[in-house]
C-alpha cells in the first residue's frame, strides 16, 4: 500500500509540474506574471528527471526542449552505442550512421556531466527568463494603460476630395501618448467603386500622416480602409480604426482665354474672328459649338445656318476634348451686300460634357459692327 501511494504522490506531482508548465492564464491578451520560486522549484524536482522543465514554465521551449533532448541522450547513448558500433562495423559506407556513432561516442564517454550540466543550467537560468518575462509582462500593461488613456478617435473621416487632387494630413492617433510608446501602422487597401492608393508616413513626433494622390481618373464615390497599430516593443493585441473617404465627381470647368470677337467691316464679304478657350478638366470630354444669330436693333439679324461658320484650328476635330487641353476655332461672318449697316450681337457657346457630369456652358460674345 505505501508503495502504491508513493507512486500515487509521484504521479500527481508530476501531474502538477506539467499543468504549471503548459498553462498560461492571459487577462485581456496580456500573459500572467510567472513565480521564481515555482520555476525554480520545477527546475529541481521534477527537473532531475525531465531536464528544461523550468524553462518550459518560464517560457523558453526552445532551450527547454534542446535540455531535454540532451538529457535522454546522455542516458541513451551509453546504452545504444554498442549497437551503434556493431550496425556500424557491417555497414561501414552508411555516413548517416557513422555521424550518430561519433556523437554517441562524445556523449557517452561525458554521460554523467551531460546529464548534470543541463540539469544544474536549467536550475541557474531559469530565474533570469522568468524575471525577463515578468519585465515584458510589466511593460504590456504599461503600454495598455497608455493607449486605453490615450483617447484615440473611433473612426477617421477624412472628407471629401475631388479626382486629380492631394491630401497629406495628420490622422491624430497619438495625440496623449508617452514619448516611449512608439507605434507600427498600416493601412489595408482601399474598399469602394474603384481603386485608391494611400501611403502612412509617421513624423519625428510619432505622429502618423497619411498621404493620398487621387488619380485624375477615380471613380467617385465613399471609399473604406482600416488602419491597424500596434506598440513596436511589446506584442499586445492589434487595434483597428475605420477610415474613409469621399472622392467626388471631378468639376468641369471651361476657361475662356479671349474676352470676345469684335469684327468691324465698310465692305460685303467674309470677316473672320479666333475664339480660344481651355478645358479645365482631369478627364477626356466632348464639345459641342454653336453660334446663336447675330441681331440688329433695327430688326435685322444674321443666322448661323447659311452666314456664319465654324472653323475648328490647330489640328482640332470640334469635338474631343483632352484633360486641361487649350483649344481655338475660328468663326467666319458673311457680310452680305443687302444687309443694313448697323451693330449686331450674338453669342457663341461652348457646351462641354464628361462621363457622369452634367454639361457645362460658356458663353463668348460676337459683335459686328458694319458701316459702309
Avoid at 447675330?294 to 439679324?301: D, I, N, P, V, W
Avoid at 487649350?326 to 444687309?339: C, Q
Avoid at 449686331?344 to 454639361?359: F, M, T, V
Wanted: charged share 25%; glycine share 8%; with cysteine.
Amino acid at each position: 500500500m505505501r508503495l502504491r501511494s508513493s507512486r500515487t504522490l509521484i504521479l500527481l506531482a508530476l501531474v502538477c509540474a506539467t499543468g504549471c508548465v503548459t498553462a498560461e492564464m492571459r487577462r485581456e491578451g496580456i500573459p500572467a506574471r510567472k513565480s521564481v520560486i515555482l520555476g525554480e522549484t520545477l527546475a529541481i524536482f521534477p527537473g532531475i528527471l525531465f531536464h528544461g522543465i523550468g524553462h518550459h514554465y518560464a517560457g523558453d521551449h526552445e532551450v527547454g526542449s534542446d535540455l531535454m533532448g540532451k538529457e535522454w541522450k546522455s542516458l541513451a547513448y551509453p546504452i545504444a552505442w554498442p549497437f551503434l558500433a556493431a550496425a556500424s562495423l557491417t555497414s561501414p559506407e552508411n555516413a548517416s550512421l557513422a555521424a550518430t556513432l561519433d556523437e554517441a561516442t562524445g556523449i557517452s564517454m561525458a554521460a554523467p556531466i551531460y546529464f548534470l550540466g543541463t540539469w544544474i543550467y536549467d536550475i541557474l537560468n531559469t530565474p533570469a527568463i522568468i524575471r525577463a518575462h515578468n519585465r515584458m509582462v510589466d511593460r504590456m500593461w504599461e503600454v495598455k494603460e497608455a493607449m486605453d488613456e490615450a483617447a484615440f478617435p473611433r473612426d477617421i473621416r477624412l472628407g471629401s476630395i475631388r479626382p486629380g487632387e492631394s491630401l497629406d494630413r495628420s490622422l491624430g492617433v497619438r495625440d496623449r501618448l508617452p514619448p516611449d510608446v512608439a507605434l507600427a501602422y498600416e493601412l489595408d487597401p482601399w474598399a469602394g467603386p474603384g481603386e485608391l492608393d494611400a501611403e502612412i508616413r509617421p513624423s519625428p513626433s510619432g505622429e502618423v500622416f497619411l498621404t493620398m494622390n487621387i488619380p485624375p481618373d477615380a471613380k467617385a464615390g465613399t471609399y473604406q480602409s482600416t488602419l491597424r497599430y500596434r506598440p513596436t516593443d511589446v506584442a499586445l493585441t492589434e487595434r483597428t480604426l475605420p477610415v474613409q473617404i469621399r472622392v467626388l465627381r471631378p468639376e468641369l470647368h471651361l476657361g475662356l482665354l479671349t474676352e470676345g470677337i469684335s469684327i468691324q467691316s465698310t465692305a460685303t464679304g467674309w470677316f473672320r474672328g479666333l475664339a480660344e478657350f481651355i478645358y479645365e478638366t482631369p478627364l477626356p470630354g466632348t464639345c459641342v459649338l454653336e453660334v446663336k444669330p447675330l441681331k440688329e436693333s433695327g430688326g435685322a439679324e444674321i443666322h448661323p445656318a447659311y452666314d456664319i461658320r465654324l472653323s475648328p484650328r490647330d489640328d482640332w476635330d470640334g469635338q474631343a476634348l483632352e484633360p486641361n487641353g487649350k483649344y481655338r476655332v475660328e468663326v467666319a461672318i458673311y457680310v452680305s451686300d443687302d444687309l443694313p449697316d448697323g451693330t449686331y450681337r450674338g453669342s457663341l457657346e461652348i457646351r462641354a460634357a464628361s462621363i457622369g457630369q452634367p454639361p457645362t456652358t460658356v458663353s463668348l460674345p460676337i459683335e459686328l459692327i458694319l458701316d459702309r
